[in-house]
């Protein structure tokens, strides 16, 4: 891999929507590459020196390029952390002041599962009539008008649309956000970043969540600091994709149907979305549920086991940073299985050894060995998919999966009403297992494309 700006030679028709990072120039010259035979996910092409005629060439701009649009995106990932586990430490407190029980809580994670549902089907045709810029700006305003209702403490049935509200604006940000990463130099270093400031902002969430409800009668006002941060991030994402806003690339309208048909019918793409879908599934719910297992299944107390919640996300946040150039160098495959079966192992311990000290320093070690499996896999699909379909094809992976976060919790919840929250358990070594089977599934990655 070089250093400077990776160049890659494809023959292939114009991309279809907003790519920004095959138009931005670089501050080194273009790379050629050796002849060598490359093998995508579906068919297999060759590469020669110089560009037959009728080739696009894609260029892999250095992060120098484009460390504003970095900024702008990890920031909209800290705060989609900060509201993603918030949630689960809030449950107690929904409850009282809501007068109602864990299948009502649990609809919360519905609206929210709709609301990433909509978006993972929307993402690819708004991004080709307004581009990167645009799709960020109208899923960070949707965000913030969640929040700003939010704070009122409105009646349950408008507060549980909020969820949906903020379920399309995040995953609007997420979908671009990953689909710009996976296109930079070093990808899944600067992936690791992206999402390991997703933990960041989940490991900070459940303190201060516990501070403000359990300190005072008015949870709600957590929701004053996640709006001021969100109101924060429109400005951010205003000004740094003010040049070119609200236009999609061009030709993008007219090739984003069938971009998105060749995504959501490619055999790569819907094993990684399902991938995807579990892990985040088995992310959100550990994360969310944990304080309320505590509670009702080990006799926690609120105010002091809240704080377990930010160990499991501290956990993850470290795993995507000290173990991102590991997995890469150790091979992304084989490092997904070794972190797959650490984290079973983790996991039966937390199930079976009824101590609350015990459960929280498993669900950190949980958080640490599952915390890369996000960034590994949107590296991995960087490689095994054509460069025309990684808006498209990431864009939807990256929602669908993130869906997972909503559907999984939700299901918890629902059955928690009616046999209690121990189901939680079970839940989570099924979606470990479920994983597992599904990564066995994804094709080898060609380590020449690496």
């Not at 309320?292 to 086991?305: M, N, S």
Request: charged residues 10%; proline residues 5%; glycine residues 10%.
């Amino acid at each position: 891999m070089a250093s400077g700006s990776t160049t890659t030679t494809v023959t292939i028709p114009t991309p279809t929507a907003a790519i920004e990072l095959s138009t931005l120039k670089t501050s080194t010259p273009s790379i050629s590459t050796p002849s060598f035979r490359r093998r995508n996910s579906d068919e297999e092409q060759t590469t020669h020196d110089e560009p037959p005629e009728g080739a696009t060439v894609f260029t892999r701009p250095d992060v120098s390029t484009v460390k504003l649009q970095l900024v702008a995106m990890n920031f909209a990932t800290f705060l989609a952390g900060v509201n993603d586990a918030s949630t689960g430490v809030l449950v107690p407190y929904l409850q009282p002041a809501y007068n109602i029980g864990l299948l009502f809580v649990a609809l919360v994670y519905l609206f929210n599962f709709a609301g990433w549902t909509v978006a993972a089907f929307t993402n690819v045709h708004l991004t080709a009539r307004i581009g990167t810029g645009g799709v960020m700006l109208l899923g960070s305003i949707l965000q913030m008008l969640a929040h700003a209702l939010q704070l009122w403490k409105p009646p349950f049935p408008l507060f549980v649309i909020t969820y949906f509200l903020a379920g399309v604006g995040i995953a609007y940000q997420d979908a671009q956000a990953n689909s710009f990463v996976g296109g930079v130099n070093d990808a899944h270093r600067w992936l690791g970043v992206l999402h390991a400031l997703y933990g960041a902002g989940a490991l900070v969430s459940p303190l201060i969540v516990t501070n403000i409800a359990s300190r005072t009668p008015y949870w709600n006002y957590f929701y004053f600091i996640l709006l001021g941060i969100a109101a924060v991030n429109v400005g951010i994402i205003a000004w740094v994709f003010r040049k070119g806003m609200g236009r999609g690339a061009t030709g993008a309208k007219e090739t984003a149907n069938k971009d998105f048909k060749r995504s959501v019918t490619n055999k790569t793409v819907l094993i990684m979305s399902a991938f995807f879908f579990l892990y985040v599934g088995a992310e959100v719910t550990a994360g969310g549920w944990v304080v309320e297992f505590l509670i009702r299944v080990r006799g926690g107390k609120a105010g002091q086991v809240g704080y377990v919640a930010s160990g499991f996300w501290g956990g993850l946040t470290l795993g995507r940073i000290l173990l991102a150039d590991i997995t890469f160098r150790l091979g992304e495959r084989r490092m997904i299985f070794v972190y797959l079966l650490i984290a079973l192992a983790v996991q039966l311990v937390f199930w079976f050894v009824p101590s609350i000290i015990a459960n929280a320093v498993m669900i950190s070690f949980l958080g640490f060995f599952i915390g890369p499996f996000f960034p590994t896999g949107i590296s991995v699909a960087t490689k095994l998919l054509p460069r025309e379909l990684h808006v498209a094809a990431i864009g939807f992976m990256a929602t669908t999966g993130q869906a997972g976060s909503a559907a999984f919790p939700f299901l918890t919840g629902a059955v928690a009403a009616k046999v209690g929250v121990q189901v939680l358990q079970p839940i989570l070594v099924s979606l470990l297992v479920g994983m597992a089977i599904l990564w066995t599934c994804i094709p080898r990655v060609d380590r020449r494309n690496v």
